[in-house]
């Protein structure tokens, strides 16, 4: 027996070193399937010492941010070797919420500025997870207080302090409504410009069959999760999800044109104007409509317009097709709604162990030049300038410049409204769509959202969510029929019992003082 | 043989169909991607596409089987596969043999120990940590290490020990063959089937994980194909909209690219299966028979 055990206790070292023997062959082995680093990090003549790599960590993107073209530009231009990892697509949160809390030493993290992750990043601050970042910025960031705007500085901070480089959004009037131009060639009609003209132009769509469907016609679609239709909101005062209303912030339930909006949709749906399936379409449902022929309207992104106009003259060759300006309502009132805010926030966890460095680079990102290149490239390789307009170079712009977006830690505010209008450009189409609604309509019908630079409520950001999709299927039930307009007090109280109240009083207590 | 009746055949018949027809509705959404995937864009944005192509195309599944990061992406999935099943599958045999021996001592406590695995855990961020320390963040051991015994697996391999009659071994002991003897050359040998079956369970184990390489790999170039194409499908999501700028709008991979991922991805086991099959379903049956 005893030699029996002697055995055994061989064979489990042998089994042992079987197993630490394959671990130390295969952490040689596996970087042959990683693709090769960037090898012109070897020629870079410039840098005279060896400055310390950093570690950040971004936002998913398609390509891989180390081998990605801009990565290798910025590592010449700032002579920081930089390792980029990215956030999964789905659920970042979750992932980020781990990586802070095990201290993972990240010199610099990029997230979204959307609520959800602005919360994020003020519970991080206000636990005390991230560096501030005032001092450094004072010694090494001189490109940071000249170019990013202060207004989006003064937003970003937590408390009074400041702890991440706020990326500002560029304010982009997004979505409208897009109409069949040779239905209403058909009908004799002008594009609407009231909400009148919009319901006799629907009408005749409905009645006279200008796309030859018979009674399948479809005057206008939209997809079920816009429960308020971007354009026709405007036409009533709401097209943000909180509108001043006599000096108060009012969320769109609480807004007295609440029930002529309500009145006016359900009273399209009545009338078989409006999709019959809209609470039940999704977006892709929406777009089938449209493109198959089926739809003389639908609610739309500018930047799905060169899709969709492929697929529609594909299917329809004598299709046209254009975005309607913003309708006016009874008193003249109209607008489309622009997002204001945050893009991308950068922060410094207390975890890096070269927070300088990371200080440093982000400031030299922001090098005018170097800025330049790294949002649209080099002139006459990348991009073309004439006349003030940045004009891009295809397909190279497309296939080294696309994901420039996601590099950014903070913008030249002044300049990158104008660079960045060269990503648009890669389709005219693109940019006469994105032209109609932000440049050609009158500025006054450019109507940004006023909450965008609120700085952090934490009342408003818990219910946020919740309480739009809450009013989206209340307002989705008025439009059907399901619920009348009688019970609207009762859902009120609800909403105001649900968080509605509390996220009132914080908005308005911030606008009080923010207007001054 | 007795003959059958028309009413047999008839049954028979409509077996035949019924199983048939169930088969068919099981392969329709796996059409329906596979002709997204190759037809025209513009007609899978018009919602023309059904089971049958439309503008029949192979431009999206070329562009997509020759994007660096699909490549990057299996071929990191099928090194993990094959490390891990060998490894497990070795380390599970080799666990499970001594703990079949009832007789020796103390066994039934080590039994307990592993069982005890199977019940309670350290949960998400213990396990993190745990990687942490151990330097495997970033690295393809952290996908392995974890799952190189499953204690289910190993019972099953366990008990299939213990149903081999007891005399076989006794009579090798008696000609002379050492423990490792035995173990080579009898126990394993006629192993062979249930091994089979946990290396297949082991293998889509491994192929299938997604959510040890979502916390453990943030590098872009080890991320295997499962964590690759979850990023490529949630993209054009509209649920994530809300996050999105107008780039990332612009940026949106179609949905005709998405469904060629989806089909390039799943072409690896497709190959693989069929011959992987025999092998399983021969273990399971030949398991039960012999216990």
Same mark, same amino acid.
Do not use: F, Q, R
């Given at each position: 027996m005893a030699m029996n055990y002697k055995k055994w206790m061989m064979a489990t070292l042998a089994g042992g070193l079987f197993v630490t023997s394959l671990?130390?062959?295969?952490?040689?082995? #596996?970087?042959?399937? #990683?693709?090769?680093?960037?090898?012109?990090?070897?020629?870079s003549k410039a840098t005279t010492e060896p400055k310390s790599e950093l570690k950040t960590l971004q936002i998913w993107q398609k390509d891989d941010y180390n081998t990605y073209p801009v990565a290798q530009y910025l590592e010449q231009k700032t002579g920081y070797k930089v390792q980029y990892d990215m956030l999964p697509q789905d659920k970042p949160e979750d992932k980020l919420n781990i990586l802070i809390a095990s201290g993972e030493p990240y010199d610099a993290i990029t997230i979204f500025g959307s609520t959800d992750f602005k919360a994020l990043y003020s519970d991080y601050a206000q636990k005390g997870a991230l560096i501030e970042l005032g001092p450094l910025i004072d010694k090494f960031g001189p490109n940071i207080k000249a170019v990013i705007d202060p207004e989006a500085?003064?937003?970003?901070?937590?408390?009074?302090?400041?702890?991440?480089?706020?990326t500002k959004s560029i304010s982009n009037v997004n979505t409208s409504l897009y109409i069949r131009q040779d239905w209403l060639e058909k009908v004799n009609m002008k594009s609407p410009t009231t909400l009148d003209e919009l319901t006799a132009v629907l009408k005749a769509f409905k009645e006279k069959d200008p796309g030859g469907n018979g009674d399948k016609n479809i005057p206008l679609t939209v997809k079920g999760e816009a429960a308020f239709i971007d354009n026709i909101a405007g036409a009533f005062g709401i097209p943000n999800f909180w509108n001043d209303v006599n000096g108060k912030m009012t969320p769109r339930i609480l807004d007295p044109a609440y029930i002529e909006y309500v009145n006016y949709v359900s009273d399209l749906f009545k009338q078989g104007l409006l999709d019959k399936e809209y609470a039940a379409n999704k977006d892709a449902t929406a777009k089938e409509k449209f493109t198959s022929g089926k739809a003389g309207m639908i609610l739309?992104?500018?930047?799905?317009?060169p899709t969709i106009a492929d697929a529609l003259t594909k299917n329809i060759p004598t299709a046209k097709a254009s975005y309607i300006s913003a309708l006016k309502g009874k008193d003249g009132k109209a607008g489309l709604a622009a997002f204001r805010g945050f893009d991308r926030l950068t922060f410094i966890p207390k975890a890096s162990k070269h927070p300088e460095d990371a200080m440093k680079w982000i400031n030299a990102k922001l090098e005018k030049e170097t800025f330049l290149n790294m949002t649209i490239g080099e002139e006459n390789k990348h991009y073309t300038l004439k006349d003030g307009t940045y004009t891009p170079i295809q397909p190279i712009f497309s296939d080294e410049r696309n994901a420039a977006n996601n590099f950014l830690t903070g913008s030249d505010d002044t300049n990158y409204p104008i660079y960045w209008q060269a990503r648009v450009r890669k389709d005219m189409r693109l940019f006469e769509a994105w032209e109609f609604m932000n440049k050609k309509e009158p500025a006054n019908t450019k109507v940004e959202d006023p909450l965008g630079f609120a700085p952090y409520l934490p009342e408003f950001s818990k219910s946020f969510q919740q309480l739009n999709t809450m009013v989206g299927d209340y307002t989705m039930k008025l439009v059907f029929g399901a619920e009348q307009l009688s019970g609207l007090d009762a859902f009120i109280a609800k909403f105001k019992s649900e968080g509605g109240e509390a996220s009132y009083n914080e908005v308005n207590d911030w606008y009080a003082t923010a207007k001054k | 043989m007795h003959k059958k009746t028309i009413r047999d055949r008839s049954l028979d018949l409509f077996i035949y169909l019924f199983l048939l027809l169930m088969g068919v509705v099981t392969l329709l959404p796996i059409a329906t991607v596979l002709s997204k995937a190759v037809s025209d864009e513009s007609a899978v944005i018009s919602g023309k596409v059904g089971i049958f192509p439309v503008g029949f195309q192979l431009q999206t599944m070329k562009y997509v089987i020759s994007s660096s990061q699909f490549i990057t992406s299996i071929g990191i999935s099928i090194l993990v596969m094959i490390v891990g099943t060998v490894l497990a599958i070795a380390l599970t045999a080799l666990t499970a043999y001594p703990l079949s021996k009832r007789y020796l001592p103390g066994i039934s406590f080590i039994m307990l120990l592993f069982v005890f695995t199977m019940l309670f855990?350290?949960?998400?961020?213990?396990?993190?940590?745990?990687?942490?320390?151990?330097?495997?963040?970033n690295s393809l051991w952290s996908l392995i290490l974890p799952a190189l015994i499953s204690v289910f697996n190993m019972l099953v391999i366990k008990s299939y020990y213990e149903s081999l009659p007891e005399s076989l071994e006794e009579s090798a002991k008696i000609d002379g063959a050492s423990n490792f003897t035995i173990l080579f050359r009898i126990v394993i040998p006629l192993s062979g089937p249930v091994l089979a079956t946990i290396a297949l369970f082991y293998a889509v184990y491994y192929w299938n994980d997604y959510f040890n390489p979502m916390l453990y790999i943030n590098d872009a170039g080890l991320k295997p194909l499962q964590l690759y194409l979850r990023?490529?499908?949630?993209?054009?999501?509209?649920?994530?909209?809300?996050?999105?700028?107008?780039?990332?709008m612009m940026n949106a991979s179609p949905e005709g690219v998405r469904s060629a991922t989806v089909i390039a991805s799943i072409i690896p086991m497709l190959l693989v299966y069929p011959y992987l099959q025999k092998h399983f379903v021969k273990g399971v049956l030949i398991g039960s028979v012999k216990g």
């Open positions: 671990v130390a062959c295969s952490s040689n082995g #596996t970087p042959s399937i #990683t693709p090769a680093s960037n090898p012109s990090a070897e020629d500085l003064e937003a970003a901070k937590v408390d009074g302090k400041l702890y991440a480089i706020p739309l992104n500018w930047s799905d317009v | 855990n350290g949960g998400i961020i213990p396990n993190y940590l745990l990687m942490k320390e151990l330097h495997l963040i990023d490529i499908v949630m993209d054009a999501d509209s649920s994530s909209a809300l996050n999105k700028s107008a780039d990332d």
